[in-house]
Every structure is written in structure tokens, then in C-alpha cells.
């Protein structure tokens, strides 16, 4: 994992994406406090996972790493 959490304070989600039928991608991302601004790529995976459920667990796992990562805890 290489992303590096932006400077700006700000709640991250993971979403789970469907391209393709049976094909499920994570990302995390900074939710933007502006409506019309859009959110901010943090970290995504980079293959897919056979189920939705499969591909949230993982994204939740790096959220959590994420927050619980020496940097995160510099720049908070």
C-alpha cells in the first residue's frame, strides 16, 4: 500500500465498484465536504475480487491500516 493521506482532515469510505459482471473493485476515498466538489482517491485495489463481499473486506482492511498508520496519526 503507497497512498499517503492528504493533509485536509476529512472522513474516508470505501466503495466497492462493478465494471464488469462478477469483476469487484475497493476504493477508499476522502469524502469531500463541498456537494458539488468531487471525493479524493486515497488507495484502490489493483485486481479484482470475486464477490462484493471479498472486495469490501480488503478495502476495509486498508481503511483501517490507513488510520492506523504512523502518518495518518502525524497529520491529524
Not at 464488469?20 to 486515497?42: C, K, M, N, P
Request: charged share 15%; proline share 9%; net charge negative.
Amino acid at each position: 500500500m503507497s497512498a499517503v493521506l492528504p493533509n485536509a482532515p476529512g472522513p474516508l469510505a470505501v466503495r466497492v465498484k462493478e465494471p464488469s459482471a462478477g469483476l469487484f473493485y475497493w476504493v477508499v476515498t476522502q469524502l469531500s465536504a463541498e456537494e458539488h466538489t468531487a471525493d479524493l482517491r486515497i488507495e484502490g485495489s489493483d485486481h479484482p475480487y470475486p464477490t462484493h463481499e471479498a472486495a469490501l473486506q480488503a478495502g476495509a482492511a486498508c481503511l483501517k491500516a490507513l488510520k492506523t498508520s504512523p502518518l495518518s496519526s502525524l497529520e491529524s
